[in-house]
T-cell receptor
């Protein structure tokens, strides 16, 4: 089945140690999004790619970076994780004109 | 500044009765609204949507109502079933869009719905 896959499902990282979260898709969707969801809060958009074009949200900290080497893969890099970055990170995809997102299952990040 | 608000963190409904989940928004530029359903350990899945040019959209047991003047939308589930127990997120899409027209969804905090047998 076509889907969005996030790896790993759970990630523990040390304070200040760079960490990378991965998202892959078999849907061939043009757009890939990264959302951060902290406990009992709304998912918050960090950035998105339309093909190779990157769009950062104005309030996304510089600590968060993203790479999209090809259509299928997108990575979220946190350069120096702080305790406040502990959250669920959701990857989603969509076609340009299609309002439906397809989400991955998320990666829960713990910072120790 | 939360543009989409779901003021009820949780809702408990008896099986077979109607579930009504509410959502309020503040941004008048929102022109498309969606509801997502999320089970534990899974990503959100799309449930139903409505354009701002409509005030009602129905899909089986699910109906979404939009009141633009009140900036309010609601999701009705009738009859409620045990499998409907999940967290429901309201989301909205705003103009301007992202790059090349990619929609950017703004989510509410979610409402946990529990259907009791």
């Amino acid at each position: 089945d076509a889907m969005v896959i996030q790896n790993p499902r759970y990630q523990v990282t040390q304070f200040g140690k760079p960490v990378t979260l991965s998202c892959s898709q078999t849907l061939n969707h043009n757009v890939m999004y990264w959302y951060q969801q902290k406990s009992s809060q709304a998912p918050k958009l960090l950035f998105h790619y339309y093909d190779k074009d990157f769009n950062n949200e104005a309030d996304t900290p510089d600590n968060f970076q993203s790479r999209r080497p090809n259509t299928s893969f997108c990575f979220l890099d946190i350069r120096s994780p702080g305790l406040g970055d502990a959250a669920m990170y959701l990857c989603a995809t969509s076609r340009r004109a299609n309002y439906g997102y397809t989400f991955g299952s998320g990666t829960r990040l713990t910072v120790v | 500044d939360q543009q989409v608000k779901q003021n009820s963190p949780s809702l408990s409904v008896q099986e077979g009765r109607i579930s009504i989940l509410n959502c309020d928004y503040t941004n008048s530029m929102f022109d498309y609204f969606l509801w997502y359903k999320k089970y534990p350990a899974e990503g959100p899945t799309f449930l139903i949507s409505i354009s701002s040019i409509k005030d009602k959209n129905e899909d089986g047991r699910f109906t979404v109502f939009l009141n633009k003047s009140a900036k309010h939308l609601s999701l009705h589930i009738v009859p409620s079933q045990p499998g409907d127990s999940a967290v429901y997120f309201c989301a909205a899409s705003a103009i301007p869009r992202g790059i090349q027209g990619a929609q950017k969804l703004v989510f509410g905090q979610g409402t946990r719905l529990t259907i009791n047998p």
